[in-house]
C-alpha cells in the first residue's frame, strides 16, 4: 500500500469519525425497474421483466460499518467469491437463494435479507453437485450426480442425512410436494424416482424409451399446485406431464428448430397461472407453454447481457413469481419478475 493512500484513508477516516458517520447502507437488490427489458417486446403487453443477476457475494450489496469502510481503504476489498459452473437454483420461500455449482464442488447460498453469503458442502465433499432443491420444513436437498446420492442439509448447513444411496444411479433434478415426497430425476435409469418423506423409494415413473410415459435421459422435474408432474424429457426432445397419481397425460413439444420445439430441454418451472416454463440449453432460451402444449411466449438467445444465456440449465419459480434461471457458462443466476395477466408493467 502506498504512504499517500494510507493518508487518504486515515484522512477520510478522521473526517467521518468527526461526523459519526461514513457507512454504506444496502445497496437495492432485484426491484422492479421500470426501465428494465421486458419481453414480449411491445407493442404486446409485457409478461416478463427483468430484476437483475447474482453471480458473486458481492451482488447482495451488503451495509458496510465505519471500521470496514476504513479497512476496504486500508488493505483492499476481499476479493469476490464467484460462481464457476452454476446449474440448479431453488429458494426457500423466505430471503435465500441456493444454488449448486458444479464445478466449484458447493451450494451458494444468498440470504437477501441479511445480504450474508455461505458456501455449504458435506464434509466429504461434493463429487458433482447439479441440482438443489427446498423442502417445506427448511431442509435443503442437493443432487450429486457422480455420488449417485442425495444430500440433505438443515437450515444451517448441517448435513443431516442421504437418501437414494444404492437406488439412485445418476441423479439430477429433483423436487419436494406440499406432502413431503420427493420426486429425482435419474437420468441413468432412465426414471423419476419418488421417494418417501421417511426417505424410502415409493415409485419408479418410467423406464427407456420414447412413448408416452417412457424417457430418454431425464433432467429436471418440476411440480404444479394440482400436484401434476412435469418432466424435462432431455434425448427425447420434449416435456412430459403426468397426472397427480402419476399417470403420463401429455407430451409437450419435439424435436426441431423453431419455436414450440426443443434442442436440448433442461430446467422447468411452473408459474402462479399454471403455465410450464422450459430452459432450453441449446436454443439459449426460455419458453412457456399452457398446461395442453400450447406455445404462449419464448425470449432469450446467446449472449452475455440481460435476457441473453449461454448454457442456461436449472429454472425455479418461487411464490412471488421470480424466475431463477441458472445461466452456467455466464457464471451467474439471472433473475425475472413473471407479470402476471392485468399486473401492472
Known amino acids: 500500500?502506498?504512504?499517500?493512500?494510507?493518508?487518504?484513508?486515515?484522512?477520510?477516516?478522521?473526517g467521518c469519525g468527526a461526523m459519526g458517520a461514513c457507512g454504506t447502507p444496502a445497496g437495492t437488490l432485484l426491484q422492479p425497474d421500470l426501465a428494465a427489458p421486458?419481453?414480449?417486446?411491445?407493442?404486446?403487453?409485457?409478461?416478463?421483466?427483468?430484476?437483475?443477476?447474482?453471480?458473486t457475494d458481492q451482488d447482495l450489496k451488503p451495509a458496510k460499518n465505519f471500521f470496514e469502510n476504513i479497512g476496504d481503504g486500508l488493505f483492499g476489498k476481499d476479493a469476490p467469491k464467484v460462481m464457476v459452473s452454476p446449474l440448479g437454483v431453488c429458494a426457500d420461500g423466505g430471503s435465500r437463494v441456493y444454488v449448486a455449482d458444479t464445478n466449484a464442488q458447493k451450494v451458494h447460498v444468498f440470504d437477501l435479507t441479511t445480504r450474508r453469503f455461505e458456501d455449504w458442502a458435506p464434509p466429504s465433499g461434493f463429487s458433482m453437485p447439479v441440482a438443489v432443491a427446498c423442502?417445506?420444513?427448511?431442509?435443503?436437498?442437493?443432487?450429486?450426480?457422480?455420488?449417485?446420492?442425495?444430500?440433505?442439509?438443515?437450515?444451517?448447513?448441517?448435513?443431516?442425512?442421504?437418501?437414494?444411496e444404492g437406488e439412485l444411479r445418476r441423479p439430477s433434478g429433483l423436487c419436494v410436494a406440499p406432502d413431503g415426497r420427493i420426486f429425482v430425476a435419474d437420468v441413468g435409469a432412465h426414471q423419476v424416482l419418488v421417494f418417501s418423506p421417511g426417505g424410502g423409494v415409493a415409485e419408479r415413473v418410467g423406464i427407456r424409451g420414447s412413448a408416452l410415459g417412457q424417457f430418454n435421459y431425464p433432467t429436471n422435474v418440476a411440480l404444479d399446485r394440482e400436484g401434476r408432474l412435469i418432466v424435462s424429457d432431455s434425448l427425447n426432445f420434449r416435456v412430459q406431464v403426468f397426472s397427480p397419481d402419476l399417470r403420463p397425460l401429455r407430451q409437450i413439444g419435439k424435436q426441431g428448430d423453431v419455436p414450440g420445439t426443443f434442442a436440448q430441454p433442461k430446467g422447468v418451472g411452473v408459474d402462479p397461472d399454471g403455465n410450464i416454463w422450459v430452459v432450453d440449453a441449446n436454443f439459449e432460451a426460455v419458453q412457456v407453454f399452457d398446461l395442453d402444449g400450447s406455445l404462449?411466449?419464448?425470449?432469450?438467445?446467446?449472449?452475455?447481457?440481460?435476457?441473453?444465456?449461454?448454457?442456461?440449465?436449472?429454472?425455479?419459480?418461487?411464490?412471488?413469481?421470480?424466475?431463477?434461471?441458472?445461466?452456467?457458462?455466464?457464471?451467474?443466476?439471472q433473475v425475472f419478475q413473471f407479470l402476471r395477466e392485468g399486473a401492472q408493467p
Not at 435476457?307 to 452456467?328: C, M, T
Open 1 to 14: 500500500m502506498t504512504r499517500s493512500r494510507i493518508i487518504l484513508t486515515l484522512i477520510a477516516a478522521a
Open 38 to 55: 421486458v419481453w414480449p417486446l411491445p407493442p404486446d403487453p409485457p409478461r416478463v421483466r427483468y430484476l437483475g443477476e447474482l453471480s
Open 135 to 164: 423442502a417445506a420444513d427448511g431442509r435443503v436437498l442437493v443432487s450429486d450426480s457422480v455420488g449417485g446420492v442425495v444430500f440433505v442439509f438443515d437450515s444451517k448447513g448441517t448435513l443431516v442425512g442421504t437418501l437414494g
Open 296 to 333: 404462449l411466449m419464448s425470449f432469450g438467445r446467446e449472449g452475455r447481457g440481460p435476457g441473453e444465456f449461454w448454457l442456461p440449465a436449472g429454472l425455479f419459480i418461487d411464490l412471488n413469481a421470480r424466475v431463477w434461471i441458472a445461466d452456467s457458462y455466464n457464471q451467474r443466476v
